[in-house]
């Protein structure tokens, strides 16, 4: 039997829905500048709110106690950046040189295979033998090395304005985080049941969001830890550069693990790594992969355990989509918007479907089959067409929706 088509007037409000939302992805994208520290500063406010509220109920004003947070967090932030300028520097000025024995190196390679050497060489012979052959790859780096200090300064110098915008809305957030929660339960209409549903939605985010930020930076700041005395038994130079990097990285769920293991390969083919063999060269990397394996198979989820499990698709089109949408900062917001939309849609009947793709679930999936049967047999005997069993008792009818419930 074939369904009815939909109404001109639902196909134009879909279209309508469909057009809305492709213009606020662009929206999205175009107003990072504004949108980006909003986000970061709420998702800080959601994992230091409840050190603030902590302390009005011992009797310290809101304002103080955001102050000292605030300036905690950027007092430590300040002290990382400056332990790491050091090394950040000495990899910077030495760039070229690593980069020019890099290529040596791949050349050396590529001449030791036969049939792979460099096409400049083949074809010259031993006529050309005195000249080496121009290489663009270093004329370009040469070439362009003004315009990449340019680009990278006034990337640095958005980067601060942004920190400075972050950091002064974070503590107005936080000094009045009641107030403005207070304010916008008072603005919905006066229903219990509306006002305790939005509330306990925002809460939970808040607590989850704020478990989940804890956790993973307790996680990854011991795994940076380890990473750089690895670093520094397989002889790479700046370790704790290189531990820091990871930690960071691993923030961002799948693609920082291979964006952290691309830098450890270069970074050891650029240093003296590259002429100790294949095996030392491959050491900081192996390295690094095992320390990831252990860490993404047993120790992420044993601290953070079922309740904030996600689906490990949607985490990778997540940070896909907020990654292509803001780049960097899109990727490591992804899990924590992912959990907000999940305390969210939890609590929304209409919503309920979005939280069964976004949870990640140790039950195993029942059969195809089963599912297009239209009337399970019940454990008190088949199910007649009213509804009853053999007996005569009524059959519950689970909802499938329920176990998503929080």
Not at 9 to 14: E, H, I, L, N
Not at 42 to 60: C, E, K, N
Not at 233 to 256: S, T
Request: contains cysteine; positive net charge; hydrophobic residues 50%.
């Amino acid at each position: 039997m074939r369904s009815a088509p939909l109404p001109p007037t639902s196909m134009r409000r879909w279209a309508t829905r469909g057009l809305l939302l492709i213009a606020l992805v662009f929206l999205l994208k175009e107003a990072s500048a504004i949108v980006l520290p909003v986000l970061v500063a709420l998702i800080l406010t959601f994992v230091l709110a409840p050190a603030v509220r902590t302390m009005r109920h011992h009797g310290m004003p809101e304002a103080v106690s955001a102050a000292m947070l605030v300036t905690t967090l950027v007092g430590c932030t300040v002290l990382s950046v400056a332990l790491l300028a050091e090394p950040v520097a000495d990899w910077w000025q030495r760039a070229p040189v690593a980069v020019s024995q890099a290529l040596n190196r791949v050349d050396r390679w590529r001449a030791a295979i036969p049939g792979f050497g460099p096409p400049v060489e083949r074809r010259a012979g031993r006529a050309a033998a005195a000249t080496p052959p121009n290489d663009p790859l270093r004329e370009r780096l040469a070439s362009e090395g003004v315009a990449l200090t340019a680009q990278v300064l006034g990337t640095g110098v958005k980067f601060l304005v942004s920190a400075a915008a972050t950091t002064i809305l974070l503590y107005f957030l936080l000094a009045s985080e009641h107030w403005v929660l207070s304010r916008c339960i008072e603005l919905l209409p006066h229903r219990q049941r509306l006002r305790a549903v939005v509330l306990g939605g925002l809460r939970a985010a808040q607590r989850d969001i704020s478990r989940y930020v804890v956790s993973v930076s307790a996680i990854n700041l011991v795994m940076g830890l380890v990473v750089a005395g690895t670093m520094w038994l397989v002889d790479l130079p700046n370790p704790g550069l290189w531990g820091a990097v990871a930690g960071l990285l691993n923030f961002v769920p799948y693609l920082g693990p291979l964006i952290m293991s691309g830098l450890l390969l270069a970074a050891a083919l650029a240093s003296s790594l590259g002429d100790a063999g294949v095996g030392s060269l491959l050491a900081p990397v192996a390295a690094y992969l095992c320390i990831h394996a252990v860490e993404s198979n047993v120790i992420t989820p044993m601290v953070i355990g079922k309740r904030l499990s996600m689906n490990p698709l949607s985490v990778l089109l997540s940070v896909m989509f907020w990654g292509w949408l803001w780049g960097v900062a899109g990727a490591v917001l992804a899990v924590p918007l992912l959990i907000c939309l999940r305390s969210l849609s939890q609590r929304n009947r209409r919503m309920r479907p979005v939280a069964v793709y976004l949870r990640g679930s140790d039950r195993p999936c029942p059969p195809l089959s089963a599912l297009l049967r239209p009337h399970p047999d019940g454990p008190a005997g088949p199910v007649s067409p009213g509804g009853a069993t053999a007996a005569g008792r009524p059959t519950p009818r689970s909802d499938p929706l329920e176990q998503h419930r929080p």
